[in-house]
């Protein structure tokens, strides 16, 4: 029997629950006996899955028996040294990884567009981050990736360089010439560590781009439940190669993870794997004529525009459609929330929705969500100007005042049209995708005012921007 069939901690949960236990032990709902009665019927079999460091249900921090044979079928599947559970998103495995790579005032190559646990990670190894500006799509109007190319002009600046952070794939589903740049790097021994929270399914390979771990990163963060069928905060973290300390690496996420991890969601990342390890052919191609008939129907939607990847590595599962009306992207999907279709996020231009890893012959409302689309949109009229947006930004820069500083700065909020040229004193983050607009330390720039004001015209949600309501930003005083 193949052994990727197996669920070891799903089965191990299974079988505690069909004895009937009588629970004298945390949590305290007690199995599900004791919960609001308002909801109890809801979580009643949920609950009876929601168990301890049992026996025979081994323990996340200390794996000696299912879940440890469950992190070693992980492991199995893609192809990698040592793979671990993580019951607290890709934030605590991104924090684990580059707190285990990176020591205090380590030089360290940052792509710009990341998610800010990477940059609290950073933060807290109190590294130098070096960020790389990446490539800006202008049909997309979104950031892209990172070229061989600016990452050699960036080692012959900072030969000191101690490790390299990448994002792959953008929060599109965009994907780029990852594999050069890793071979780049590994030519001066330099560990590349790939936030890749958006991929956890590229590596069952075509249609989907190649993994960044079969692209030969060094150590991997993946969010499964963002495309896997797993439950929220259900993530995996794989190494790849002997620049990376396991033992490093499993201490941290001792530290930083729950001392009481959830059963419910670690069984779900296995039986994610599950799910993902008998991806077959027939699926693939089940798969790939749903989504072709789903985005030919969009098409037919004067008003929006349905877009291509610019090359044939982009994630199917993601499907973006651009507004081509007086609608914003934010506006769009206000009006998709009306009719209620919820997609994953807008920008002033765009929407996004991502799709479900369909086996052959499930079914999911993909017929019934255009239809609804098309009925909603089909009297928005078109309106195809185009403003020409272009990006004027740094390739590679440096915080104007380092991390270590920033907690004794003088603060002080200002017009956001008086910012250019201050230091930022605060994070604003436009939430989803949660890749930082500016950084706290980072001078502001005219392109970034500018795009903090179209974010703020067009609707877009912030986190951190204490002052964002009254058109102001904090700057560090001089």
Not at 100 to 127: F, G, M, T, Y
Not at 357 to 375: G, H, I, R, V
Not at 417 to 431: F, M, R
């Amino acid at each position: 029997m193949n052994k990727q069939n197996r669920v070891p901690l799903y089965e191990a949960l299974y079988k505690h629950k069909s004895t009937n236990p009588i629970s004298f032990h945390v949590p305290g709902h007690k199995s599900g006996t004791i919960f609001h009665q308002q909801a109890k019927d809801i979580f009643q079999e949920l609950l009876r899955m929601d168990a301890t460091e049992l026996s025979g249900l081994d323990d996340l921090h200390s794996p000696e028996d299912v879940i440890k044979e469950a992190e070693e079928l992980l492991a199995d599947l893609y192809q990698v040294k040592k793979s671990f559970f993580l019951v607290n998103g890709s934030t605590v495995g991104n924090l684990a990884m580059i707190l285990s790579v990176c020591e205090k005032n380590d030089v360290v190559l940052v792509q710009r567009n990341c998610h800010k646990s990477v940059l609290n990670a950073l933060k807290l190894a109190k590294a130098r981050p070096v960020f790389i500006e990446p490539d800006y799509n202008q049909d997309w109007r979104t950031a892209t990736g990172v070229s061989k190319e600016i990452i050699e002009r960036a080692l012959s600046l900072y030969p000191e360089v101690k490790a390299i952070i990448l994002t792959y794939p953008n929060y599109y589903g965009m994907g780029y010439d990852l594999k050069s740049v890793i071979q780049l790097a590994h030519v001066h021994n330099i560990p590349v560590l790939v936030d890749e929270a958006h991929g956890p399914h590229f590596i069952i390979g075509e249609p989907f781009p190649p993994s960044s771990i079969t692209l030969g990163a060094d150590i991997v963060v993946q969010s499964a439940h963002k495309t896997l069928p797993a439950m929220t905060m259900g993530s995996y973290l794989h190494i790849n190669s002997n620049r990376v300390n396991s033992s490093k690496v499993k201490d941290y996420l001792q530290m930083l993870q729950s001392s009481s991890p959830s059963y419910v969601i670690m069984a779900s990342l296995d039986l994610a794997r599950n799910y993902l390890a008998s991806y077959g052919r027939n699926d693939k191609e089940y798969l790939k004529r749903e989504v072709e008939r789903f985005k030919t129907e969009l098409r037919k939607i004067e008003c929006i525009k349905v877009l291509d990847y610019p090359d044939p590595q982009g994630d199917i599962l993601k499907v973006t459609i651009q507004s081509r009306s007086k609608l914003s992207g934010f506006e769009l999907q206000k009006k998709l929330e009306e009719i209620g279709i919820y997609t994953e996020l807008a920008d002033p231009y765009n929407v996004l929705l991502i799709l479900p890893l369909l086996k052959e012959n499930q079914d999911y409302p993909l017929a019934e969500t255009s239809n609804k689309m098309k009925e909603l949109l089909g009297d928005v009229p078109s309106f195809f100007y185009k403003e020409d947006f272009r990006m004027n930004l740094e390739k590679i820069s440096e915080l104007a005042i380092p991390f270590e500083k920033l907690s004794n700065v003088e603060k002080g909020a200002v017009p956001i049209l008086e910012a250019e040229g201050h230091v930022c004193a605060e994070t604003i983050i436009p939430y989803p995708p949660g890749i930082p607009l500016l950084l706290m330390g980072e001078r502001i720039t005219q392109d970034k005012v500018k795009q903090l004001i179209q974010l703020l015209n067009t609707g877009a949600r912030f986190q951190g921007g204490s002052c964002l309501d009254k058109n102001q930003i904090n700057i560090v005083r001089k």
